[in-house]
């Protein structure tokens, strides 16, 4: 069938058939080829899929050239000013010749792609009706029960009822801000955080209000201050390796957090999506507060793969079962493929020792980059325990856009660390992204790094 479709395509190709002819009928190329009929049909529905074939029903089969719309330019964005949007889209448009240093990205060998194999050849071993028909609104059961085992792990416990499956972290955030935020309501975010959750807040009319954060977490101190003054509804935090600082929150302030969020009665939303990246365990704060105020986020993205779009939230029972709502509104349910195909993955027995590998992998990739900025003049925000990201400086530089430009320079992307923060405020912090440590490029450029001239 292979050698049909491509001989045929050639030949469509080279203009050795012409467009718009008629072709031999199923029956004649068979009897004329020596094979068999099913073979044939076979091949003329994939040339139809590829747009080769045109079927018109009781004429047969017709050549059609597929046409070639062509493909618009990607912008060019060295030369755009860094902003959400930017950092954003640097993951999906970087050229392949960038070595993209501070990318969310891993590099592609990094992920263990016989995971998501054996999970589809379990689900496709698999396969009922109910593929056909919508799943359930809160999620695939099997796979939330499961849910339900790993928060048990990190001392949250919950009813099947208090976990709703969602397309990945940005889906839950944006679930939660449907539901429970107004147009005008302020909400605490973490100084420097996660970009897209400022653009998110920022399209619905929500105003972000920064919260420093410190090596062992948000500056408390400050929250107490700004919460008189703001009284904020919500606070949105990564509690545990912290994108872009690296940093996880103590104990210590988790618990006085909770405290600050009951004096000031405002709700936290916890996200987690890189739990399994760490090695040390450590109380969330849904472990203390056991989803009464806290929604907890999780996603496999970080440790499965990225083309897996689910993740997960956890919360008080009644409250879930609104967001599971908003979410039918929104997108009726979500993919019952990608849910099972993320069940199977995590049971196969592979997901543990496959993420224990990343771990080890990730803590030898961080003491290089943290020993290599060092070794530079760089200042480290913290040591992180485990993870992707180092938050660094340059003592001399006061601003990480000239270390951004003279990086692209170098071809490798850098970004400033204004694109971390709400509005785009200009910092000397910038984030690595470990995984590219070991690149030669990388610490060449580094270890040139000189401060500019008006400095």
Known sequence: MEQIVEQMKKLIDDDVV????RAMSIRSFARDHHISAHTVAQAYD????QGYFQSRPRSGFFITSPHDYGTRPAQNDDDREPDHLWQLR???????QRLCASSGRMPSDWIDGDLIKSGLKALAAKVDSNLGQYGDPYGYSPLRSLLQGKLLGLGIHTQSDQVLLTNGASQAADLVMRHLLR????????DPGYFNLFSNLHQYGIRPIPLPRLPDGPDLDRLDALAREHRPVMMFTQSMLHAPTGSCISPANAHRLLKLAEQFDFRIVENDVYCDMLGVQLPRIATLDQLSRVLYVGSFSKTLSSATRVGFIAGAAELVRELSNVKMVASITGSQID?????HALTAGQYRRSVERLRFRLADSQQVACDLLEGAGFELF???LGGKFVWARHPAIDDSEDIWRSAAAAGILIAPGKVFRNNLQATPWFRLNVAYSGEPALARFLAG???PAHA
């Open 382 to 384: 913290c040591r992180p």
């Open 339 to 343: 849910e099972r195909l993320v069940y």
């Open 449 to 451: 790094v000189c401060p």
């Open 90 to 96: 640097s993951h999906f448009t970087l050229p392949q």
């Open 18 to 21: 012409r467009d718009g002819s």
């Open 46 to 49: 994939r040339l139809v899929a």
């Open 183 to 190: 147009r005008g309501d302020k909400v605490l975010v973490d």
